[in-house]
């Protein structure tokens, strides 16, 4: 090749990466911009492609009978699917990396892929705790950061300093991290989040709150399933919530690729069902437990309720439990 050409080329190659890195900047700068429910934003680094989902911030029913309402003050984004091994395991073996020296990372697990039906690199991650996933959730921000360019500010920290091992013997200051209320970094969801996520359908009257005939899920059903509710199983059950769920009735006793069950009206997947999701507060006030939502490939129609919340603790490491992660 002449040097003039190869010259050409290079400049060539370098207006590309100028073009693409500018309309992800712009996509970014897009995400503060205003929005409407349902909305896509990808990011894609090292390979890997997740995409988030917005939810605008409304007023909504919570528990099983709808009996109780929430606000949620603030718009955020979640992620349209559970975590997956895939995305987990570049950002871990990253942030474990023994170069890294001083902001290198530490976790209680390694994570595990699926072990049944389809591409396993696409289950969601499982066998990680709390923890894990507080901490993976500070990796992520800081991977991301590190090949994008961008600077999102890690979420978490313990006497304003980011955490970065999720081990036992760092048990105390893992348990007891706040979140930065500054930092638009990546997060696990907290379950308030979770909730709204899995009831919105629309705001026909394009007010704060989503309580109208048609606009939610009721607590009793599953995620997507506007039909009836998902238990008690009776005469007036839905016949169709499996659907939308993987769960102990239909998952052959594995978690599933994520996008293979039916999404919910906002295009978000696995809100009920494959892996039970940790979420960021602790159950019912008590810092020993964590909740969980969701229910899971193991577990049966009765814990697939929108409206049920239950607990784990933050060193259980179940074959069962995952997590999706939102963001500012």
């Known amino acids: 090749m002449k040097k003039s050409s190869f010259i050409t080329a290079f400049f060539i190659v370098c207006y590309i990466i100028f073009i693409f890195n500018s309309c992800e900047t712009s996509l970014m700068e897009k995400e503060d911009a205003e929005q409407s429910a ?3 934003a990808a990011y894609s ?4 492609t997740f995409n988030m989902i917005y939810v605008p911030a409304v007023s909504y029913f919570t528990g099983t009978g709808d009996s109780g309402t929430m606000f949620i003050s603030g718009s955020y984004w979640i992620a349209e699917t559970e975590v997956t091994y895939e995305l987990w395991n570049v950002v871990y073996l990253w942030a474990a990396d023994s170069a890294r020296g001083t902001g290198r990372y530490y976790f209680a697990n390694p994570g595990t892929m699926g072990d049944g039906f389809g591409d396993k690199d696409l289950h969601p991650v499982t066998t990680i705790n709390w923890r894990d996933a507080v901490v993976w959730c500070n990796a992520l921000t800081e991977w991301y950061n590190a090949i994008k360019g961008s600077n999102f500010g890690c979420v978490y920290k313990y006497d304003d300093e980011t955490v970065r091992d999720s081990r036992d013997s760092n048990a105390a200051q893992c348990d007891a991290v706040v979140q930065d209320s500054n930092a638009k970094g990546f997060r696990i969801q907290t379950w308030v989040q979770w909730e709204l996520a899995a009831r919105y359908i629309n705001n026909t009257n394009n007010d ?3 309580t ?5 899920y009721p607590g009793d059903h599953v995620s997507g399933d506007t039909t009836a509710y998902c238990y008690p199983s009776d005469s007036g059950t839905s016949t169709v919530f499996g659907n939308y769920a993987w769960y102990d009735g239909n998952s052959g006793g594995s978690t599933h690729a994520v996008k293979t069950a039916v999404k919910n009206a906002l295009g978000i997947y696995d809100m009920c069902g494959n892996v039970v999701e940790f979420c960021f507060e602790p159950f019912a006030g008590n810092n020993a437990y964590r909740t969980v939502k969701g229910g899971g490939y193991m577990w049966g129609a009765v814990d697939l309720r929108i409206g049920a919340s239950y607990f784990s603790v933050p060193d259980e490491d179940d074959s069962n439990h995952g997590f999706r992660i939102v963001k500012k």
């Open 38 to 40: 349902g909305n896509l």
């Open 45 to 48: 680094a090292g390979g890997v």
């Open 212 to 216: 109208g005939t048609g606009e939610y």
């Open 208 to 210: 704060s709150t989503i």
